[in-house]
């Protein structure tokens, strides 16, 4: 099964970089060494919202300095870019676009913050 969602420590670093969450489309949390996700808006005090590949499209600056973001599919991995700016790839799209969030989010690229 391809993975759906942001583990629980990919969205502590993004709270830690200072992301809103309270956007997200599900809730994770840990019980008995095992991973339970919930979508939708979870009551549970012990669920961490997590990211779908959507919510953190959404996030993404749609373009910066005039660069449009660019998504596409190699051979064997994704890349995401702003042409000149920042650049990533990574086997698996939702970590690509992740590891873009958390290096747009470094350089004070996004407007959703806490």
């Known amino acids: ?5 942001l583990s629980i420590s990919q969205m502590e670093h993004l709270q830690e970089l200072g992301l ?19 979508w939708g808006k979870c009551e549970d005090a012990n669920g ?6 959507p919510d953190i499209l959404e ?9 449009e973001i660019t998504i596409y599919h190699h051979r064997n991995y994704w890349s995401i870019y702003y042409y000149g700016i920042y650049s990533v790839e990574n086997k698996s799209l939702i970590d690509a676009a992740y590891e873009m969030l ?3 989010a470094e350089n ?3 407007k959703e913050r806490k």
Do not use: H, Q, R
Request: proline fraction near 4%; glycine fraction near 6%; charge should be negative.
């Open 1 to 5: 099964m391809n993975k759906e969602v």
């Open 20 to 38: 809103d969450t309270s956007k997200a489309s599900c809730y994770i949390w840990e019980a008995e060494g095992k991973e339970y996700l919930y």
């Open 48 to 53: 961490i919202p997590t990211f779908t590949l």
């Open 59 to 67: 996030l993404l600056p749609k373009e910066i300095c005039g660069n």
């Open 102 to 104: 958390c290096c747009c």
């Open 108 to 110: 004070g690229d996004i």
